[in-house]
Nanobody
Framework: QVQLVESGGGLVQAGGSLRLSCAAS????????MGWYRQAPGKQRELVAY???????NYADSVKGRFTISRDNAKRTVYLQMNNLKPEDTAVYYC???????????WGQGTQVTVSS
């Protein structure tokens, strides 16, 4: 059973930066998409960014130009570099791995990111 463990969340002032990491324990299947989602209080979970096995990326409009997603396939790890953070970025950030062929989706436990104004 693959587990995803996130780290790197915390409290930061507006304009600051954080780097989230998500490591998968155990092997994961090829042809997968790794991504980050977030959920703010009272709101639905939303996609922040995702990256495919070959490195193609996609970002939510609200984070384009500020966040960068990357992955290290050898380490089974995905990263989210978040710069110029805004109070509206405050949320619990969840890591996700989705297998392209089967559609199986695996979630991490979430890490809190709080941006103060």
């Amino acid at each position: 059973q693959v587990q995803l463990v996130e780290s790197g969340g915390g409290l930061v002032q507006a304009g600051g930066s954080l780097r989230l990491s998500c490591a998968a324990s155990g092997s994961i299947r090829s042809f997968n998409v790794m991504g980050w989602y977030r959920q703010a209080p009272g709101k639905q979970r939303e996609l922040v960014a995702y990256i495919t096995t070959t490195g193609s990326t996609n970002y939510a409009d609200s984070v384009k130009g500020r966040f960068t997603i990357s992955r290290d396939n050898a380490k089974r790890t995905v990263y989210l570099q978040m710069n110029n953070l805004k109070p509206e970025d405050t949320a619990v950030y969840y890591c996700n791995v989705t297998y392209v062929i089967s559609g199986t989706s695996i979630w991490g436990q979430g890490t809190q990111v709080t941006v103060s104004s």
